[in-house]
T-cell receptor, first 117, second 117 residues
Framework: AQKVTQAQTEISVVEKEDVTLDCVYE???????LFWYKQPPSGELVFLIR??????QNEISGRYSWNFQKSTSSFNFTITASQVVDSAVYFC??????????????FGSGTKLNVKP | KAGVTQTPRYLIKTRGQQVTLSCSPI?????VSWYQQTPGQGLQFLFE???????NKGNFPGRFSGRQFSNSRSEMNVSTLELGDSALYLC????????????????FGPGTRLTVL
């Protein structure tokens, strides 16, 4: 079964603090994709990153970085020097490959990040 | 390129009624997926349509149905509405290419917020 767990329901930080959002996943597939999406109050899901199961290299994009570890089935997301505009709900998601898994995302429950000035 | 559009953005219905939501994918995309987002259940996959055929579905009752037209626009219908159907309904579009090793990035629309009274 596919499952994504985001244990942190809500996190509050003060601007400029670093914050890490945790994501743990379960899958029997050997090939899969992991994602992070941001959902601002407007509701639209904004794509942040995609990572396939073959690639365990960490990635950095500006203030954002991601740590993928297959050994612990985790795909954590760190925001460095957080800003008020980072306040949103962040979702981790899992997708398999193959015809019957296409575009079928399993989402975690989301972590609400509050960045206070 | 225009993004994914969903209409209407807000909808209020009463129990027992039926509702139809519309999603227009990005031009050239042939796949449309639907998701339901509620505070209790989070984001859950409803179904995916590709070239007018339902290719994949989640675990929702038969009251939830959909269809896709030849121009890739998709509609989702919920019959005999229940209070628990109140949710944000998101659709996502992608190219829907069928190669097993390829990835189909999904682009999400702003959602339709349905309130059932």
């Amino acid at each position: 079964a596919q499952k994504v767990t985001q244990a942190q329901t809500e996190i509050s930080v003060v601007e400029k603090e670093d914050v890490t959002l945790d994501c743990v996943y379960e899958t029997r597939d050997t090939t899969y994709y992991l994602f992070w999406y941001k959902q601002p109050p407007s509701g639209e899901l904004v794509f942040l990153i995609r990572r396939n199961s073959f690639d365990e290299q960490n990635e950095i994009s500006g203030r954002y970085s991601w740590n993928f570890q297959k050994s612990t089935s985790s795909f954590n997301f760190t925001i460095t020097a957080s800003q008020v505009v980072d306040s949103a709900v962040y979702f981790c998601a899992l997708s398999g490959l193959g015809l019957y898994n296409f575009n079928k995302f399993y989402f975690g429950s989301g972590t609400k990040l509050n960045v206070k000035p | 390129k225009a993004g994914v559009t969903q209409t209407p953005r807000y909808l209020i219905k009463t129990r027992g009624q039926q509702v139809t939501l519309s999603c227009s994918p990005i031009s050239g995309h042939r796949s449309v997926s639907w998701y339901q987002q509620t505070p209790g259940q989070g984001l859950q996959f409803l179904f995916e349509y590709f070239s007018e055929t339902q290719r994949n579905k989640g675990n929702f009752p038969g009251r939830f149905s959909g269809r896709q037209f030849s121009n890739s626009r998709s509609e989702m219908n919920v019959s005999t509405l229940e209070l628990g159907d109140s949710a944000l309904y998101l659709c996502a579009s992608s190219s829907g290419l069928a190669e097993p090793s390829s990835y189909n990035e999904q682009f999400f629309g702003p959602g339709t917020r349905l309130t059932v009274l």
